[in-house]
């Protein structure tokens, strides 16, 4: 748990620092263009520094250790400020880049310089590869770890940090383009539409981003259980264990960023000891926790299989 913390913290500072260079740049070349795609793209930067911001509470609030009044950890506080952070993007960054390409639009301002817009374009498109490839380093690792595809793994990851950097990169690296795009449509055609058309086009962007991650957060919020695949090699586990007769019930959750509470109603054989019983519920949690590192919790319940007389 506390590698997986450390790599997104990681992720989540390179990220930060990235996001906060190219915002002040974008906005002085906006300024001096008038351009609103650039000044969206501004907005977007900005936007995503305070993302990257909410993003570090989270890795740090996350990997508090269990205490008195919090036994189960601090993993949920995560999820909160992970979805704070995806509101932050919702209201920052795509509200203000629809409401000023709409202006752009119903007003025709024209635009200035371009210059330095290309240039900070082009040095944006860089820095948000290089987080993005940072990001995306430590998605295939993960995905090796767990012997999946990368795509899969960033659809039920628990690390909303990860997903978070990752969702909001791509979206930054699909947003320079289309300013860019933006740009040279009203250099050639003359017109501010499609600089506006262009601001519109990366608001719209940035709240599909924003509600996926703010329904990915509050389903891990109010309780989301582990992937599929996990639960089938939970329950594999349990009835590998030679005094395991049934799995009457077998309940999981996510309590944190890649941290997974496993509760299960076990039906023993009718021969095994109390002794017994108790060695495989230790061998149990012990086989769990080897093969599914995600697994910080065990709770195993005795309960007879209610069968037909």
């Given at each position: 748990m506390g590698q997986k913390s450390g790599e997104s913290l990681v992720t989540v500072l390179v990220a930060g620092a990235a996001n906060l260079t190219i915002a002040l740049a974008k906005l002085v070349a906006g300024l001096i263009g008038g351009s609103a795609a650039m000044l969206s793209e501004a907005a977007h930067s900005a936007a995503d520094t305070v993302t990257e911001l909410l993003l570090l509470v989270s890795v740090r609030r996350a990997g508090k250790p269990p205490d008195r009044r919090h036994p189960f950890g601090y993993g949920k506080a995560g999820f909160f400020w992970a979805m704070m952070a995806a509101v932050a993007t919702l209201v920052g960054g795509a509200g203000f880049s629809v409401t000023h390409g709409i202006h752009q639009i119903s007003t025709g301002e024209k635009l200035g310089n371009l210059t330095p817009s290309y240039v900070v374009l082009a040095v944006s498109f860089v820095i948000e590869g290089i987080s993005f490839t940072k990001a995306y380093s430590q998605l295939r690792a993960e995905a090796g770890r767990y012997k999946v595809h990368p795509a899969r793994l960033v659809r039920i990851t628990s690390d909303t940090a990860l997903k978070a950097v990752l969702f909001e990169d791509a979206a930054a690296l699909v947003g320079l383009v289309i300013a860019a795009l933006g740009l040279v449509g009203s250099q050639w055609s003359g017109?501010?539409?499609?600089d506006g058309a262009a601001s519109v086009a990366i608001g719209l962007l940035l709240l599909v981003v924003a509600l996926i991650l703010i329904q990915s957060n509050l389903s891990l919020l109010i309780g989301?259980?582990?992937?599929?695949?996990?639960?089938?090699?939970i329950r594999a586990v349990l009835l590998a264990q030679p005094e395991v007769e049934d799995v009457v019930e077998l309940l999981t959750m996510m309590i944190g960023p890649g941290s997974i509470m496993v509760a299960a109603k076990i039906d023993f054989r009718d021969d095994a000891s109390a002794a017994g019983v108790e060695i495989a519920c230790d061998e149990v949690d012990r086989r769990?926790?080897?093969?599914?590192?995600?697994?910080?919790?065990v709770f195993l319940d005795p309960t007879?299989?209610?069968r037909q007389p």
């Open positions: 017109s501010a539409l499609w989301q259980a582990a992937p599929r695949q996990i639960e089938v090699g769990l926790r080897d093969r599914f590192p995600g697994v910080d919790l007879p299989t209610r």
